[in-house]
């Protein structure tokens, strides 16, 4: 267990330091069993949801801030904090081995400033469970939203994201029956929503190809793309697969395109297991690709942009503490060259669909506004209520589709996501 912890001390370091998703910090450091990576991921997911109170913790119990080469060590009292705290573990296993780690990397000094600072932490545990106010957004991550929304708006995302989300699969045949054998809910969509435990390779249909995880909200942009038989489709950025599958399951013929050769390899890898095929995949840039298009053009391009994922949250609450303005003006700059390169790959009277899942609306509806004024070629196409009316919340005036993790709160939530439906109406002008 102290390997764990010390894993999952330099995973959190990488995380905060590098700004890295957690996955990708994992990457970096050796890697422990199946069952000592469930407990790593635990740990450091829940620490990430407590981050700023934590923060507060440990501030009111040190005199003054470790300096930047015994880093290290606030990393492992983080993580100490949170097990004494929400996970239960008893205080003395907590402490020492904590200790011991700080110890072995750092010095013996150190490691008794640890000490303190855990068994102190450990005698006030009831009182500082109390003082809790469920924080969990940084103030960058704050002001990053409040361009956005209210404070009202911005306190129920703040309070939905932090709990831990359900599993959701995207079947090619969803039906209560599937539901049933899988212990799940099917959902309106067709989406089926699991408890998310146990490892996903053992559940009914995995190894048959029945289905493929995707959240909800990610399931809901082809959905609203009607009879794709036949259609001839661009999925751009298109790795890790579940649209391209969900793409080919309804009948189109796809070509998928990403820039990482690694990351289309695990979409081809999705499609054997879904016994699916693309009509072609496609290493490239995305935005290379468009502004030289010679080939015919294409019936549908799904445009699933690059973004600040700050939508996704609730699966990767580092986000709340990673993210920063600048990575949303950095993407909202790509969306847009993006979109005014699109027209040549697309026929007249073809759909361009274009998602998102980011919160922000300088990545969604005031990119869309900005685009459909500044363009000729391109008409939104609203879509009606009718779609999903079980969730009229996720509806905007203007016809796109806005969800956010409190929206279809009677089935626990979903991930944050921006759809908009455009049709070309006039030929590109070169």
Not at 56 to 74: D, G, M, N, V, Y
Not at 189 to 211: E, H, K, M, V
Not at 240 to 262: F, H, M, R, W, Y
Not at 368 to 384: A, D, G, M, T, Y
Request: aromatic fraction near 8%; glycine fraction near 4%.
């Amino acid at each position: 267990m102290s390997t764990s912890r010390l894993y999952s001390a330099l995973t959190l370091q990488k995380i905060l330091e590098k700004k890295l998703f957690l996955n990708e910090a994992q990457k970096q450091i050796p890697q422990a069993s199946n069952q000592d990576m469930a407990f790593q991921n635990m740990l450091l997911l829940t620490c990430l949801r407590h981050l700023p109170y934590l923060k507060k913790i440990l501030k009111s119990h040190t005199r003054k801030k470790l300096p930047a080469s015994l880093a290290f060590a606030t990393y492992a009292l983080y993580l100490g904090m949170t097990e004494l705290l929400y996970l239960k573990t008893p205080d003395y296993a907590v402490i020492n081995s904590y200790v011991e780690i700080i110890k072995q990397q750092l010095n013996k000094y150190v490691a008794g400033f640890a000490n303190a600072v855990l068994r102190k932490v450990a005698q006030e545990k009831e009182t500082l469970l109390q003082q809790d106010q469920k924080d969990f957004f940084s103030q960058e991550f704050l002001g990053l939203l409040k361009n956005s929304y209210n404070k009202k708006t911005i306190h129920e995302i703040e309070q939905a994201a932090q709990q831990e989300p359900f599993l959701d699969i995207t079947a090619k045949a969803p039906s209560e029956t599937l539901a049933e054998k899988l212990n799940g809910k099917l959902l309106p969509g067709g989406t089926i929503r699991l408890s998310n435990d146990g490892a996903i390779q053992n559940l009914y249909g995995y190894q048959d190809g029945l289905w493929w995880v995707q959240d909800f909200a990610a399931s809901l942009p082809v959905k609203i793309l009607g009879n794709l038989k036949n259609k001839r489709v661009l999925d751009l950025c298109a790795a890790p697969g579940g649209k391209t599958a969900q793409l080919i399951n309804a009948g189109a013929e796809v070509t998928a395109l990403d820039i990482s050769q690694e990351r289309l390899n695990t979409l081809q890898q999705n499609l054997n297991r879904l016994h699916l095929k693309a009509e072609n995949i496609i290493c490239a840039d995305a935005l290379e690709y468009l502004q030289t298009f010679k080939d015919t053009p294409f019936d549908i391009i799904l445009m699933d942009a690059p973004c600040s994922a700050t939508g996704t949250l609730r699966r990767h609450p580092e986000i709340a503490s990673i993210k920063k303005q600048t990575d949303v003006e950095k993407q909202t700059l790509l969306q847009k060259k993006l979109l005014e390169a699109v027209s040549p790959a697309l026929k007249t009277g073809g759909i361009l669909l274009y998602c998102i899942c980011s919160l922000c609306k300088e990545e969604g509806e005031w990119q869309i506004k900005n685009f459909l004024e500044n363009s000729q070629e391109f008409r939104l196409s609203p879509v009606s209520k009718d779609f999903l009316p079980e969730a009229p919340e996720i509806f905007t005036p203007e016809g796109n589709i806005r969800t956010l993790p409190q929206h279809l709160k009677s089935y626990q939530g979903l991930d944050g996501f921006f759809i908009s439906r455009l049709t070309k109406v006039k030929e590109h002008v070169f």
